[in-house]
C-alpha cells in the first residue's frame, strides 16, 4: 500500500487530507487554476519533472544512487530549499545522515542525534509535514535551533517517508534565509516525498535482497570449501558451519567469511576472547 500524505490547507487554516500518493495529483488537479493567496499550482510542470524523477529512479540500481538522486532532485524543484538530507532516525535516539547533499544537511542531522531533539526526533513522528519558519527564533527544540541557526540554517521543512514502530524516515529541506519556505515550497515538497516514500521503500528491499544474495553466495563457498577439503555433502557441510559457529560464538556469517578468505575456520571456543 501506498504511503499516506497529510497536506496543509494553503488559506492558512490547517485542514488535513489524509490520500494515497498515487491519489494526490488528482487532490492537486482540483486546485489548479484557483488563486491560492496569489500562488497558482504550476501542474503541469511539476508533473512533468517528478515523471522524470520516477523513470530516473528505476534505472539506478543501489539504494545510495536512488537517495542521492532524491535529493539532488528535491532541491532542484522545492523552492527555498538550499540542501536536504535523507534522515533515518532508530529508536528514536539513533540519527543517520543519508545523501546529504552538503555539509549543512549532514551537521543538522548530527546536531539532531547530538541534543537528542529536533524536528525529526519527535515532530515527524505525529505530523506528515513540519515546518520551521525561523530557527533562531524557534522554541520547540531550543538546543537544536540554536545550534542550528549557528550553523547557518535558517529554516527547514520536512517531510515524513515512514514510521515503523520506533523507526522513521524523513526528507528534511534546509533553507539558509529565515521563512525561506512558502505555501508552493509545501505544495511541491509533498509531491516530491510522496515519490520518495516509495523509491525509498524500494531501494531498502533492494539493499536486504542485495545482502541476502551476498550472504547465500559467501555460505556457498564455504561450503563448497569444507565439500572439497573433507569430502562432505551440501547438508553436513552446512551442519559442520553450524556446529562451529555455536562452538566459536560467531555468526554463521562471520564462519562462513573466515573460510573464504582465509581457507581456515575460525577455533576460537564460546566464552573465551
Same mark, same amino acid.
Given at each position: 500500500?501506498?504511503?499516506?500524505?497529510?497536506?496543509?490547507?494553503? &488559506?492558512? %487554516?490547517?485542514?488535513?487530507?489524509?490520500?494515497?500518493?498515487?491519489?494526490?495529483?488528482?487532490?492537486?488537479? &482540483?486546485?489548479?487554476?484557483?488563486?491560492?493567496?496569489?500562488?497558482?499550482?504550476? =501542474?503541469?510542470?511539476?508533473?512533468?519533472?517528478?515523471?522524470?524523477?520516477?523513470?530516473?529512479? =528505476?534505472?539506478?540500481?543501489?539504494?545510495?544512487?536512488?537517495?542521492?538522486?532524491?535529493?539532488?532532485?528535491?532541491?532542484?524543484?522545492? +523552492?527555498?530549499?538550499?540542501?536536504?538530507?535523507?534522515? $533515518?532516525? &532508530?529508536?528514536?535516539?539513533?540519527? =543517520?545522515?543519508?545523501?546529504?547533499?552538503?555539509? $549543512?544537511?549532514?551537521?543538522?542531522?548530527?546536531?539532531?542525534?547530538?541534543?537528542?531533539?529536533?524536528?525529526?526526533?519527535?515532530?515527524?513522528?505525529?505530523?506528515?509535514?513540519?515546518?520551521?519558519?525561523? $530557527?533562531?527564533?524557534?522554541?520547540?527544540?531550543?538546543?537544536?535551533?540554536?545550534?542550528?541557526?549557528?550553523?547557518?540554517?535558517?529554516?527547514?521543512?520536512?517531510?515524513?517517508?515512514?514510521?515503523?514502530?520506533?523507526?522513521?524516515?524523513?526528507?528534511?529541506?534546509?533553507?539558509?534565509?529565515?521563512?525561506?519556505?512558502?505555501?508552493?515550497?509545501?505544495?511541491?515538497?509533498?509531491?516530491?516525498?510522496?515519490?520518495?516514500?516509495?523509491?525509498?521503500?524500494?531501494?531498502?528491499?533492494?539493499?536486504?535482497?542485495?545482502?541476502?544474495?551476498?550472504?547465500?553466495?559467501?555460505?556457498? %563457498?564455504?561450503? /563448497?570449501?569444507?565439500?572439497?577439503?573433507?569430502?562432505?555433502?551440501?547438508?553436513?557441510?552446512?551442519?559442520?558451519?553450524? %556446529?562451529?559457529?555455536?562452538?566459536?560464538?560467531?555468526?554463521?556469517?562471520?564462519?562462513?567469511?573466515?573460510?573464504?578468505?582465509? /581457507?581456515?575456520? +575460525?577455533?576460537? &571456543?564460546? /566464552?573465551?576472547?
Amino acid at each position: 500500500m501506498l504511503p499516506l500524505v497529510r497536506w496543509r490547507c494553503l &488559506t492558512g %487554516q490547517f485542514v488535513l487530507h489524509e490520500r494515497r500518493a498515487s491519489e494526490l495529483g488528482a487532490i492537486m488537479a &482540483t486546485e489548479n487554476g484557483h488563486d491560492l493567496n496569489g500562488w497558482i499550482a504550476p =501542474q503541469d510542470d511539476i508533473a512533468h519533472r517528478l515523471g522524470d524523477l520516477a523513470r530516473s529512479l =528505476q534505472r539506478e540500481n543501489s539504494e545510495d544512487a536512488v537517495l542521492e538522486r532524491l535529493v539532488r532532485t528535491a532541491v532542484m524543484l522545492v +523552492p527555498g530549499a538550499d540542501e536536504a538530507s535523507i534522515t $533515518l532516525v &532508530t529508536g528514536r535516539r539513533g540519527v =543517520q545522515s543519508r545523501a546529504p547533499t552538503g555539509d $549543512l544537511a549532514r551537521t543538522l542531522d548530527e546536531l539532531q542525534e547530538r541534543t537528542g531533539e529536533g524536528p525529526c526526533m519527535s515532530a515527524v513522528y505525529h505530523e506528515e509535514i513540519v515546518i520551521v519558519p525561523e $530557527l533562531r527564533t524557534e522554541h520547540r527544540w531550543p538546543r537544536f535551533s540554536a545550534g542550528a541557526a549557528a550553523a547557518g540554517a535558517g529554516s527547514m521543512l520536512c517531510f515524513r517517508l515512514f514510521v515503523e514502530g520506533d523507526n522513521l524516515g524523513a526528507l528534511n529541506l534546509v533553507g539558509r534565509s529565515a521563512h525561506a519556505f512558502t505555501e508552493e515550497s509545501e505544495y511541491v515538497g509533498a509531491l516530491v516525498a510522496s515519490h520518495a516514500a516509495v523509491a525509498v521503500a524500494d531501494a531498502q528491499k533492494l539493499h536486504q535482497f542485495k545482502d541476502a544474495i551476498a550472504t547465500r553466495d559467501l555460505i556457498g %563457498q564455504a561450503k /563448497g570449501i569444507l565439500m572439497e577439503r573433507y569430502g562432505l555433502t551440501a547438508g553436513q557441510a552446512f551442519i559442520m558451519l553450524v %556446529q562451529v559457529s555455536t562452538t566459536s560464538n560467531l555468526k554463521l556469517l562471520a564462519v562462513a567469511e573466515e573460510l573464504a578468505i582465509t /581457507g581456515n575456520l +575460525p577455533v576460537r &571456543t564460546r /566464552g573465551k576472547p
